[in-house]
């Protein structure tokens, strides 16, 4: 079940449904992963900011070491 994405904040995101599960590698510090991320905004810090298909919205800042993807069978790799 998709909740629905409402942005107030004037910020522009990126569609990134393709995606099945993203993750952020912080080293010693650990890993984020977030399952089914639909949007994506990237600011001026480097921070990402994403809304996954629970309805839950993540601030993940900047200073991972990776992030990795796994998208959905047929998708894009990429996108802009």
Do not use: C
């Not at 449904?17 to 990237?42: C, D, M």
């Not at 996954?52 to 800042?61: L, M, N, R, T, V």
């Amino acid at each position: 079940m998709t909740i629905e994405f409402r942005n107030e904040s004037g910020l522009e995101f990126t569609d990134i449904s393709s995606e099945a599960e993203r993750v952020y590698n912080f080293g010693s510090k650990g890993f984020v992963r977030i399952q089914n991320p639909l949007k994506l905004n990237v600011s001026s810090s480097g921070g990402h900011r994403i809304y996954s298909a629970d309805g839950k919205s993540h601030y993940i800042p900047s200073g991972w070491i990776e992030v990795t993807w796994t998208v959905k069978e047929g998708q894009p790799n990429f996108v802009a």
